[in-house]
């Protein structure tokens, strides 16, 4: 633009001076942390999220409690997904995902990575009478999905190699793990800590470990570090982590034998998790939401359900304000942090709300107080409650359409504790689990999909930056 054309050039200032006022004012960006372990439903939880916002931007009462703490569905003009720019992070893809549960055989969409991000942009009616003066609101609602295993590495992140290879391999030995290690334990009885440090001797130990941990965590069992041989990220599998416990690993090892390089590469791996996978990543996040399979938890039976209530537990805890992230992040902290049990449509209604406190019982402090809520959802509602004939009673039911089968059937899961049971609960049959088939939804999913508690999750999250 030329000051030639002073009429021109004059437009053009004032232009940019207004839509930079625009900005300043009408401008924000609200990040979302979505977390879990393994399973817990993290890709369901988000294609939920992103398919019922949307819907509602087009004005369909799919959310209805967000809508009233907006003060009024209408108030959200539009929802559109945001340009995936040049993020390194993968970008969480909704259209593949939605693909497939709408197919001709209905599937659960696959997980694609440990770590995505998306971004949703949210136009609002201003609320107030003059509202309408200043513009509408832009919210840039940043998404992010990261594996909850990275957070049960928070408590390694204060071992030395020696304290955590003793705690580690004492684990490994339990009756509850042994079985599953022992082809690891079996073949580091032939290693000593004063071994050469050889490079493909780490490798073997860390492959055997690590194929201890994922046989672990396919009967169920969370406790299982590090969390990032499990879910490396979009880094993929670097030597960081060719590392795996030693028995009586010294204090202080001699230089150039196996267990000096494997503390190094222990040292390695926490520094790096604390520089990459927290800092710079996860203080940008003012809110989070840590999803929990509570009830596959119930199902895979006492080992596994105490398993993951250590976890949750120690997620739980570093996540507390003055927890181990809060303390490695300095003063960022989440405005809002939300517990949620998934998979609810499991059971009928009656049980949902045992599921939540039982939840509660597992966070803790951790769920409690201003800014924290603890909550039972299905983001995706594949059951509708019923009853069914017990022992000449009518008991509350659900039915679905078993994983696998085309016929409905009515299912009666059990109970569900209020809190974490007593051995006496093991003993009697238990809970019962059954998989259900996604329910049918047209492929963009226009009307959003059905849901259970989703919106008052949301609500609580992301309402007061939203009203
Ligand atoms: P992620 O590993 O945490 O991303 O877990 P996913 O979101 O992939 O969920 C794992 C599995 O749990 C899915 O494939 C479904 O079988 C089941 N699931 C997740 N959410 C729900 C839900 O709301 N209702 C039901 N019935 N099943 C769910």
């Known amino acids: 633009m030329s000051p030639t054309d002073p009429v021109a050039w004059l437009r053009s200032v004032v232009e940019t001076g207004l839509r930079t006022a625009d900005a300043a004012l009408n401008e924000t960006t609200l990040r979302l942390a979505v977390t879990g372990l393994s399973r817990a439903g993290k890709t369901v939880f988000i294609v939920s999220m992103l398919a019922n916002l949307l819907a509602m931007g087009r004005r369909v009462d799919t959310l209805p409690a967000l809508a009233?703490?907006?003060?009024?569905?209408?108030?959200?003009?539009?929802?559109?997904?945001?340009?995936?720019?040049?993020?390194?992070?993968?970008?969480?893809?909704?259209?593949?995902?939605?693909?497939?549960?709408?197919?001709?055989?209905?599937?659960?969409?696959?997980?694609?990575?440990?770590?995505?991000?998306?971004?949703l942009t949210l136009s609002l009616a201003r609320s107030g009478p003059l509202g309408h003066l200043v513009g509408q609101r832009r919210v840039t609602l940043e998404i992010l999905d990261y594996p909850g295993e990275w957070l049960l590495d928070l408590p390694m992140l204060g071992q030395d190699y020696a304290a955590w290879s003793a705690e580690t391999l004492a684990s490994l030995r339990s009756p509850a793990r042994a079985g599953d290690a022992a082809a690891f334990l079996g073949w580091l009885g032939g290693v000593r800590a004063s071994d050469p440090g050889d490079e493909a001797v780490a490798r073997r130990g860390f492959e055997l470990s690590r194929a201890a941990l994922i046989a672990l965590r396919d009967k169920g069992l969370r406790w299982l570090q590090p969390g990032r041989a499990l879910n490396?990220?979009?880094?993929?599998?670097?030597?960081?982590?060719?590392?795996?416990?030693?028995?009586?690993?010294?204090?202080?090892?001699?230089?150039?034998?196996?267990?000096?390089?494997?503390?190094?590469?222990?040292?390695?791996?926490?520094?790096?998790?604390?520089?990459?996978?927290?800092?710079?990543?996860?203080?940008?996040?003012?809110?989070?939401?840590?999803?929990?399979?509570?009830?596959?938890?119930?199902?895979?039976?006492?080992?596994?359900?105490?398993?993951?209530?250590?976890?949750?537990?120690?997620?739980?805890?570093?996540?507390?304000?003055?927890?181990?992230?809060?303390?490695?992040?300095?003063?960022?902290?989440?405005?809002?942090?939300?517990?949620?049990?998934?998979?609810?449509?499991?059971?009928?209604?009656?049980?949902?709300?045992?599921?939540?406190?039982?939840?509660?019982?597992?966070?803790?402090?951790?769920?409690?107080?201003?800014?924290?809520?603890?909550?039972?959802?299905?983001?995706?509602?594949?059951?509708?409650?019923?009853?069914?004939?017990?022992?000449?009673?009518?008991?509350?039911?659900?039915?679905?359409?078993?994983?696998?089968?085309?016929?409905?059937?009515?299912?009666?899961?059990?109970?569900?504790?209020?809190?974490?049971?007593?051995?006496?609960?093991?003993?009697?049959?238990?809970?019962?689990?059954?998989?259900?088939?996604?329910?049918?939804?047209?492929?963009?999913?226009?009307?959003?999909v059905p849901h259970l508690g989703l919106d008052a999750v949301l609500a609580s999250v992301l309402g007061d930056a939203l009203a």
């Not at 509602?381 to 039915?399: C, F, H, K, L, N």
């Open 68 to 119: 009233r703490t907006l003060g009024g569905g209408e108030r959200l003009r539009s929802v559109t997904i945001s340009p995936s720019g040049s993020s390194a992070v993968p970008h969480f893809e909704l259209a593949p995902k939605l693909e497939a549960l709408a197919g001709h055989d209905p599937a659960w969409p696959d997980r694609t990575s440990d770590l995505s991000r998306t971004a």
């Open 232 to 448: 490396p990220g979009p880094r993929g599998e670097a030597p960081v982590l060719f590392f795996f416990p030693l028995p009586d690993a010294p204090d202080r090892p001699a230089a150039d034998t196996l267990a000096a390089l494997l503390a190094g590469r222990h040292r390695a791996y926490r520094d790096d998790m604390q520089a990459n996978a927290f800092k710079g990543r996860l203080d940008r996040f003012d809110r989070q939401i840590v999803l929990v399979d509570v009830l596959g938890a119930l199902h895979a039976g006492q080992a596994a359900f105490e398993d993951t209530a250590r976890a949750i537990g120690a997620i739980a805890r570093a996540l507390r304000r003055d927890g181990l992230l809060a303390r490695m992040l300095g003063s960022a902290q989440p405005s809002h942090l939300a517990f949620a049990a998934t998979k609810a449509d499991h059971v009928p209604e009656a049980a949902r709300s045992a599921l939540a406190a039982l939840l509660s019982d597992l966070v803790g402090e951790a769920g409690r107080g201003e800014g924290r809520s603890v909550h039972a959802l299905a983001a995706l509602r594949a059951t509708e409650d019923t009853t069914v004939r017990r022992e000449g009673r009518e008991i509350a039911a659900v039915s679905g359409i078993p994983v696998g089968q085309t016929v409905r059937r009515s299912f009666d899961p059990g109970e569900v504790p209020f809190q974490r049971p007593e051995a006496a609960f093991w003993a009697m049959p238990h809970f019962r689990f059954e998989g259900f088939r996604p329910p049918l939804i047209d492929p963009l999913a226009r009307r959003g």
